[in-house]
């Protein structure tokens, strides 16, 4: 029994030390922000793409874009692609499909762009660290040199 307990604590104490690094908290905020930013991109394609595009090639609504297989017997109701397949028809909804595509290259295409304003911030930076950080005198390199040379005699 108490090496269960230690077992246990030791796993505890292993999974604290896990979650408390930087990286995991960082891809925790990362996938909430992303959540929240899938959002925004679903509303941008609903909301203002399909419409455009639906103004071009006639119809605002790509979920119901789709082509019925098979159709249930007797169905008389509504020929909308929620309702037939409720009543249980065989459909091909390639209009929910393309809105995916959209909202995955949009959602794409911005992370793309963030990313690569990112990385020029950070090379901005860093050459700016880099003209900020004075050059080490010669006589300190020099003392590091003979310190070197002593610690290996």
């Known amino acids: 029994m108490e090496k269960v307990q230690k077992q246990a604590t030791t796993f505890f104490k292993e999974f604290q030390a896990f979650i408390s690094k930087g990286n995991v908290v960082d891809l925790a905020v990362a996938v909430i922000v992303g959540a929240a930013f899938n959002n925004i991109i679903s509303s941008l394609v609903k909301d203002i793409i399909n419409p455009i595009l639906g ?12 082509w019925v297989m098979k159709m249930p017997a007797d169905y008389t109701g509504p020929m909308t692609y929620d309702a037939l397949t409720k009543a249980g028809a065989n459909v091909l909804g390639y209009g929910a499909f393309l809105t995916a595509v959209i909202n995955f290259l949009l959602l794409a295409f911005v992370i793309f762009c963030m990313l ?5 911030m ?32």
Request: hydrophobic fraction near 40%.
């Open 55 to 66: 103004t071009l090639i006639g119809k605002p609504d790509f979920t119901n874009l789709f």
């Open 116 to 120: 690569k304003a990112l990385s020029s």
């Open 122 to 153: 950070r090379r901005k930076l860093e050459l700016e660290a880099e003209k900020a950080t004075p050059p080490t005198p010669e006589n300190i390199v020099l003392l590091r040199e003979i310190l070197a040379e002593l610690k290996k005699k």
